[in-house]
């Protein structure tokens, strides 16, 4: 699987294990739920609104990087 292709995967997986954290998406089935969590994130990146990003994932969640541009994946936090 290409680095690009991993990396969207991990990033589905991660929203589609924490998306009941946030109470307007439990309601939801599954695919409506992880596109309003996508849209969520993105939109609150987009207006730089730290608040709406955090509110898609869980509590204790972390953000890290996956870099393959060197060799073998790499996951720095």
Do not use: W, Y
């Not at 998406?25 to 599954?30: I, R, S």
């Not at 990003?53 to 060197?70: E, K, L, T, Y």
């Amino acid at each position: 699987m290409q680095p690009r292709r991993r990396a969207l995967a991990l990033s589905a997986l991660v929203l589609t294990a924490t998306i009941c954290t946030a109470p307007e998406l439990c309601a939801q089935d599954g695919k409506a739920a992880v596109e309003t969590a996508i849209m969520l994130v993105f939109e609150g990146m987009h207006t730089t609104n730290p608040d709406m990003v955090r509110a898609v994932f869980a509590p204790d969640a972390r953000f890290a990087v996956i870099s393959a541009s060197n060799g073998p994946a790499v996951i720095a936090a």
